[in-house]
């Protein structure tokens, strides 16, 4: 059995491309796909805790449920604004969006 | 069991290696695929030929490791591979093998030629996975990445709006009925706790007599997600639709393997069907889709929508041989059907190919110019009307056998099944042939005979369709009954024979006449004489009409409505509970009515009152304002500047650029953590 520090050690790791690629990357959806790796990444950490817990597991696999569950609904919303926001700009750049600058 | 992980995994391995390495390849990067199913192929060969060894009495390969397991509940993912599945994988990867290289020709020039074949490979995989899972859950995985794929290359041509619409179509209704498949493993999974495959259905053989309509029940789920996956009657509406994507596409999945999963899986579950005393209704339903289908193809104008119905019609026929407890004639003729629905796609894609239409009323003539795809298309269409000594012919009298035999059990629905399916058989070799000479023989223009690179494949194709008839001869031991049902060798029916063969005949001599008498009627041809004319108007003109009438039911309409438009009744009824209206009724004209009456007692007694403590009050007032305009403004102007004098050096941090502020969130992130972990230490 793969010992639980691997998957940890693989969690942060994919925590972290995640997390570059979302500082990096110029376009929307591909910075809501890092958003989602970076839940997935945490996901993934909670199931290897949960590993190591007497109760063989459950309690990460119920964390990692809902994880996954509020990782669908983030999908739904995030896709949904970025395609209305591509509807009405033409395109779905990071680096125009800046109506928020002071 | 490392041959047996080969077969799915050399075409995932290439899917995979296409997503990465595809762009830089361009086409070449389809041998790769090629090379993948070439190497499927030769382990599923070899699998079969251990099978046949093994006398097909054992499952050879049953191998599984713990996949996940929550609570007490263990989830395995395997591989079980018995004489079922060795069969059904070389049929598909035979299949798949010619369909890829012939697509290789057929997307030649496609701008997205590396994306459709990692898809393409990525189906196969699944198709694959679905035939050798162990596990119903781990098959269900497998078929809906399947349903993905599907929609993925039925949506291929994306820029198409009828393309994405028969993609949505064909995902929709799957999903539904995967829906019921999803319920059913649930349930099952609560009840008997394992969801392995061979485990599961010893179990339900000795628990059947005590739990009937549970079993009834899972079995309905169950063939609710075969009806949608395989086209069947009420579910049929996406196939048709589905041609929307490349010919290479129809031609592996609506042909051999993903509506074949459908039968698949009723097929590997056939112990808990058969326990539940569910066949009588596999039996009724595959019938009617039988008839139906085929009278719908008999009007089709479109070559590849025609196809299609063909393909839901000799489904029905695998579910009605199901039904009526011909296991083995439903597997053969699911194979036999693989390849030569297989051949009469990638014939029909050659003639698209090549008149850049698919409207039949246009080709005429082809065979001319394009041979080699005339005569290919015509071993399909022999093979599908079933006549001997080709391949469908074998396997259509096995289904008939079947039915045969189940009327000697049920006399009133069994003959009724074998006489619609006699009818079916007559009416397929009609319609399969009309096509035929309507398109490939008289006088036509000039077309172009597509490249080698699509005529080698449907050669191949032809040639095993010609022969495959050879893998089920009634009374031999190396068949593939005995590898199924091993121990009960099938005796074959010369008068059924005959019959088949003589519904096909009749068929095929009704289709020679019709396309004789439209080319009278359009003076392109000779006036046939009055004995065929009576024919066509006694014979013809009733059956023509049924399947107009079908037509113009919409059924498919109706369906969709069914379906689709109670969603849409909710999503307005629920714009219609706006709560805005909502709250405008309830709250703002209520409050407003209270406040009229508050008014009136407002202006009575209260305005009395409040207008002699105002005019104290300003008297007072007056002497604060002055000292308030003094000293206190002073004060506050101060630190209204001040503030704005701060905000202007605070504005440089609130860009709007979105990565600024991630690389805030994430730098705060860690500061907090640190502080945290420092507190806590």
Known sequence: ???????????????????????????????????????????????????????????????????????AAEVGMGLAIVMLYFRRHGDASTDDIDLLGG | MIIAALVPGLPAAAAILLVIFGRRLSEKCAWISVAALAGSLAAAVYMLVAAFRGGGEEPFVHATFEWMRIGGVNIDFGLYVDGLSAAVLVMVAAVACMVFVYAIGYMHGDERFPVFFAVFSLFTACMFGVVTSSNLLQLMVFWEVMGVCSFLLIGYYYERPDARKAAFKAFITTRIGDMGFLLAVAAMLGKFGTLDIPTLMKHIEEVAPEMQAFLWLMCALLFIGAVAKSAQFPAYIWLPDAMAGPTPVSGLLHSATMVAAGVFLVLRTFPMFEAAHFLPMIAGAGIFTAVYGASLALTETDIKRTLAYSTMSQLGYMMAALGCGGYVAAVFHLITHGFFKSLLFLSAGSVIHGAHTQDIREMQGVGKTMPITAACFLVGSLALAGIPPLAGFFSKDAVLASMLGYAGKAPVQGSIILIVGLMTAVLTAFYMFRVYFGVFTG????????????????????????????????????????????????????????????????????AWESTHLRAALHGTGPLPRNLQVLYGGIFLRPVFRVSRFLREMHMDQIITGIVVSPVVWLCELAAKLNPDVLYTAVFVNGVGRIAGALAVVDVRVVDGAVNGIGRAGLGIARAVGFVDARGVDGAVNGVADGTIAFGGVLKRLQTGVTANYALFMIVLGVAAFYVAWWLVR
């Not at chain 1, 010992?3 to 990096?24: D, E, H, K, N, R």
């Not at chain 1, 376009?27 to 290897?48: D, G, H, N, R, W």
């Not at chain 2, 068949?479 to 091993?486: H, K």
């Not at chain 2, 074959?492 to 005959?498: D, G, Q, R, S, Y």
């Open chain 1, 1 to 71: 059995m793969v010992p639980p520090l691997y998957f940890i050690i693989l969690g942060a790791v994919v925590f972290l491309i995640a997390m570059l690629g979302f500082l990096t990357r110029r376009s929307l959806i591909q910075a809501l796909m890092c958003l989602e790796l970076m839940t997935a990444a945490v996901a993934l950490t909670f199931l290897a805790i949960g590993r190591t817990m007497p109760d063989g597991g459950l309690q990460g696999m119920a964390i990692a449920t809902f994880i996954i569950v509020i990782g």
């Open chain 2, 443 to 510: 006088p036509g223009k000039k077309y172009h005979e597509s490249p080698k690179m699509m005529l080698v494949p449907m050669i191949v194709l032809a040639s095993i369709t010609a022969v495959a008839g050879a893998i089920n001869l009634p009374g031999v031991t190396l068949s593939l009954a005995g590898l199924l049902e091993p121990g009960v060798l099938e005796q074959a029916v010369p008068w059924l024979m005959a019959l088949s063969a003589g519904a096909a005949g009749a068929g095929l001599y009704i």
